[in-house]
């Protein structure tokens, strides 16, 4: 342990102690000698951040980590006064690799530090299985960008998430398909994985549910990349469009055998896909696939975000950044209501908060997930994905009018997505 | 029938592939009985490093045309492929050629875990696309489509598997190494130097697999540092199947192989409908009227007919369709 670290340690001691005694409404009492007097007291509060920092999705990672860090500065900046005392909120970054073995070790590591609340993870499933410890230990965690149903599914106290949910998604974008595509047949596809079949069956029941004709489901496996079997199959049938629930390392081949193939339709996809190695795995294919995202596009985020990140690290955002912007800031609002850094208190602020966001306005429902989520539908042009409308509330509403109404200012010229390939992380 | 020839299409690129890499696995089972489990990772490694130099081309020059880049890409990819495969049986299999059966095999799956994390560690874990420099062509057979890219894998695997015969059967090399396949000994009595018959084994061997992970990522557009575990897998496979030890049943093996897989995974669906015998129970009556469909395998079983096939073929004929001698315990 470097001395720092011990030093922050010691000095998250005393936060606790103290904080817990004005929460009583007590006079602070004296700090011990191991503390110097400052005419000033000023207490640090620690905040959690987990994501992958190495790997292959270490720039979503760090572009996660870049978000909290940016509401932690901006609260230490204007200050917080909690329970009478300054506090100063310093973000603890860990690197869970994206593996979920990797990722309970920092959790715990997280708890044993008595972080007081926690951003993250990144990935569903690290999200998952850390989710148990953060709840045994009472400490909140937000995640900006863990889809999977089963994370708020458990019925853990204190686990969030401000993104939308994998289940609101395949509804979306089958809804999507249906009302701008038109199709009469459709053609479902899924790899086999806990993410790919799951999504894949909210689509097949949305289109069912609109009284589109679904083909029997084909399925690959996360590895499959010989797809031609199958799509001939499946042009024997005449689809008008195909949904593949899956990641781009898959999906991408098999777009491309598909035209290759002479198939003409529509080809769709959730998450998984959606982004811009599908063009680089399928070329001219790729263009003018149809993809969904949960939450809203990078570039929808509150223009105070957007300028702020670009100020605060000189680069543009590249995905769920406004989301762990919004889940540091909701920790930090939910200890300003409540008056206190103490888990305990601060938590049943945080699950009746309603919070004007980056993303928009956050509340929860009583689970810990996103009351009426966006998702976001792309369109792939020129070999970047494009936001072409987002869902909100069941209403279907193209970018600009969506940041009309959050009141944002248009975007800049250069839209954030074309800088950098956004990635969904990878289901597992 | 388009939709049958299509996939007959389909079969018998991928089966072109599988038989340029079984012709691998075949001749040095053939030389030494020695199953090179890590040849699927040489693939992998022609396939990475053909890719790494097509993609500094085509940024670097993209006038050039695509023909030129690709064949740039075999042209690194084929040294490099063979120094592995020297090196391979110099360090991993020479030093225990007369060690028991188990221990040059152990050492091959060995080989092929580190050579994949070799690749991990240069190429990380993300897949590579493959540049989109070559246009797509699609020509027209009778209904069904066949991109150029398609025909160039065959005509190129018909050509090496020619030369190579030639080779084996028309060289003085080739006799040496026919020689050596029927027995070490007596060969090297008559004069044949079998250490060197041997490391030029592995380097052709090396080298067809250079050119087949070029066609296999050319033709799917992507390449990932654990590509070469199933395609090796198929391959063996294959070569089992025409029996292993025997060039033409290597051939014949790979192309029937990728047949079978490609008429099962597009027909296995339909032959497995239970709707089709719905008049079974009155519960399927139901459920057919409602979805139309219960399908008992579908088309995710893909991989497995390969093996099925391995299975049925050591099963029924352990020597192999083609096989002279019965194989031994692999």
């Known amino acids: 342990m470097t001395l720092k670290q011990g030093l922050s340690l010691s000095l998250a001691a005393t936060v606790i102690a103290l904080v817990s005694a004005c929460g009583k409404q007590e006079p602070p009492p004296l700090p011990k000698a191991e503390a110097p007097k400052p005419a000033e007291q000023i207490v640090t509060v620690k905040i959690g951040h987990v994501a992958p920092l190495t790997g292959g ?15 932690i500065e901006e609260a230490n900046a204007r200050g917080v006064t909690l329970g009478g005392t300054k506090v100063k909120f310093d973000i603890v970054p860990e690197d869970d690799q994206a593996d979920p073995k990797v990722g309970t070790t920092v959790a715990q590591k997280l708890v044993d530090a008595k972080v007081a609340g926690v951003v993250g993870h990144l990935n569903s499933g690290t999200s998952i299985p850390a989710s148990s410890i953060y709840s045994q230990a009472g400490i909140p965690m937000i995640s900006g960008s863990a889809t999977n149903p089963k994370f708020t599914e458990q019925g853990f106290k204190g686990v969030f998430r401000v993104v939308g949910r994998d ?81 781009d390392a898959t999906g991408g081949p098999l777009l491309k055998q598909g035209r290759e193939l002479g198939i003409k339709a529509v080809f769709s ?8 190695k599908m063009s680089e795995l399928a070329g001219q294919a790729a263009d003018g696939l149809i993809c969904s995202q949960a939450g809203i596009p990078v570039q929808a985020a509150s223009k105070r975000f957007l300028d702020g990140y670009k100020a605060k690290f000189n680069i543009d955002p590249i995905l769920y950044a406004p989301f762990t912007y919004d889940a540091a800031n909701l920790l930090i609002a939910a200890m300003v209501k409540a008056n206190s850094a103490e888990p305990a208190k601060y938590l049943p602020e945080l699950t009746k908060i309603g919070f004007e966001g980056a993303s928009g306005r956050i509340e929860f429902d009583e689970k810990g997930d996103r009351k009426d989520a966006e998702m976001t539908i792309f369109t792939m042009k020129g070999g970047k994905i494009t936001p072409i409308a987002i869902i909100k509330s069941g209403k279907t509403m193209s970018v600009e009018d969506y940041m009309k109404m959050a009141g944002a200012a248009p975007a800049p010229a250069a839209p954030v997505a074309a800088t950098e390939a956004p990635k969904a992380p990878e289901k597992k | 029938m388009d939709i049958f020839l299509q996939q007959l299409i389909n079969g018998l690129t991928a089966g072109s592939v599988y038989a340029v890499v079984a012709l691998g696995y075949t001749m040095v089972y053939g030389i030494i009985q020695l199953i090179n489990f890590a040849h699927g990772e040489v693939v992998m490694i022609g396939a990475m490093v053909a890719f790494s130099v097509i993609m500094a081309l085509a940024g670097a020059q993209p006038g050039l045309p695509p023909v030129v880049i690709v064949l740039a890409g075999v042209a690194a990819a084929v040294p490099v492929c063979m120094a592995v495969g020297y090196l391979l049986e110099r360090l991993a299999y020479r030093p225990l050629r007369h060690a028991p059966r188990l221990a040059p095999l152990i050492t091959a799956i060995g080989m092929s875990i580190v050579l994949q994390h070799l690749a991990l ?176 395998f579908g088309s995710n079983y893909q991989d497995v007919f390969a093996f099925l096939v391995l299975i049925l073929v050591l099963v029924f004929r352990p020597s192999g369709l083609l096989g002279e001698r019965v194989a031994d315990r692999a």
């Open chain 1, 167 to 247: 289940d609101q998604q395949g509804p979306a974008v089958a809804n999507y398909l249906a009302s701008q595509s038109k199709p009469k047949v459709v053609a479902v596809l899924d790899d086999a994985t806990a993410y790919g079949e799951g999504l894949a069956n909210e689509v097949e029941k949305t289109l069912k549910a609109a009284g589109i004709k679904v083909l029997p489901r084909e399925k690959g496996t996360d590895k499959t990349i010989d797809w031609k079997a199958v799509l001939t199959k499946i042009k024997g049938k005449k689809p008008d469009a195909i949904f593949y629930g899956g990641m």
């Open chain 2, 121 to 296: 560690l240069i190429w990380s874990r993300d897949p590579i696309a493959f540049p989109q420099i070559i246009p797509l062509q699609v020509f027209e057979i009778g209904g069904a489509a066949i991109t150029g890219v398609q025909i160039a894998i065959m005509l190129v695997s018909v050509v090496m598997m020619a030369g190579l015969s030639a080779m084996i059967y028309r060289t003085r090399l080739g006799a040496a190494m026919r020689a050596t396949a029927e027995n070490p000994h007596v060969a090297s009595l008559m004069g044949v130097d079998i250490d060197r018959v041997i490391a030029v084994t592995f380097l052709i061997g090396a080298a067809l697999a250079a050119v087949a992970g070029v066609m296999v990522g050319t033709y799917y557009g992507i390449a990932h540092y654990t590509m070469g575990a199933t395609l090796g897998l198929k391959a063996f496979s294959a070569a089992v199947l025409g029996g292993i030890g025997n060039m033409a049943g290597a051939m014949l093996g790979g192309l029937l192989l990728g047949v079978v897989e490609a008429l099962g995974a597009g027909y296995v669906g339909e032959l497995t409908d239970l709707c089709h015998a719905s008049f079974l129970s009155d519960a399927l009556v139901e459920r057919c009227a409602r979805d139309g469909h219960l399908i008992l």
């Open chain 1, 57 to 71: 999705i270490a720039h979503l990672g760090k572009d996660n980590e870049n978000g909290a860090r940016l509401a």
């Open chain 1, 269 to 276: 996809f959730g998450d998984g896909a959606c982004t811009d």
